[in-house]
T-cell receptor, first 113, second 112 residues
């Protein structure tokens, strides 16, 4: 069973569209994250949720809205997509208070045309 | 956040040991040293972490200098599957955000 899964794996869309990326973890963790890896391969934290509450918001544009319906899911909705949003988005999860090892999903490659 | 410095790239032969260095001269007393790696077209994966003492697990060993200003990730026998970008990351155990701050890492090339 996949520990952290993301859908879709690839997403190609036009500028101005709205799209969502879904993430699910079956590890029983209480904390989930979204990271963005740009074309230069730098990985940067975007958001983090602990027990469905937002704990990190790294100055990401308001067009990005994470939603955590429960501890096992953290979805990322992006409004009015721009060319600069093209990147690979990784979801991760961890259990706070332990070693806080983060487990990453396989990534979603978003291409905005 | 304390910063780490790693070589951009390293090369190794298959089945030989690999020593990946990391400098973190501004490390604080509460910073854990974490290593993650990212295989091509995959998400990062945890490798190992430590605070002061050397650590071993099934994937690798972590040697931490006595002054903690540097550390070395040791892969005992490199395989082709170990070709990846290796990230050395400091995480303050008092930081309740638990975020990981990735640098540019070391790209490891393993020659058959």
């Amino acid at each position: 069973d996949t520990a952290v899964s993301q859908t879709p794996k690839y997403l190609v869309t036009q500028m101005g569209n709205d799209k969502s990326i879904k993430c699910e973890q079956n590890l029983g963790h209480d904390t989930m994250y979204w990271y963005k890896q740009d074309s230069k391969k730098f990985l940067k934290i975007m958001f983090s949720y602990n027990n469905k509450e937002l704990i990190i918001n790294e100055t990401v544009p308001n067009r990005f809205s994470p939603k955590s319906p429960d501890k096992a899911h953290l979805n990322l909705h992006i409004n009015s997509l721009e060319l600069g949003d093209s990147a690979v988005y990784f979801c991760a999860s961890s259990q706070m208070g332990r070693t806080d090892t983060q487990y990453f999903g396989p990534g979603t490659r978003l291409t905005v045309l | 956040d304390a910063k780490t410095t790693q070589p951009n790239s390293m090369e190794s032969n298959e089945e030989e040991p690999v020593h990946l260095p990391c400098n973190h001269s501004t490390i604080s007393g509460t910073d854990y040293i974490h290593w993650y790696r990212q295989l091509p077209s995959q998400g990062p994966e945890y490798v190992i972490h430590g605070l002061t003492s050397n650590v071993n697990n099934r994937m690798a060993s972590l040697a931490i200098a006595e002054d903690r200003k540097s550390s070395t990730l040791i892969l005992h026998r490199a395989t082709l599957r170990d070709a990846a970008v290796y990230y050395c990351i400091l995480r303050d155990k008092l930081d309740s955000s638990y975020k990981l701050i990735f640098g540019s890492g070391t790209r490891l090339l393993v020659r058959p």
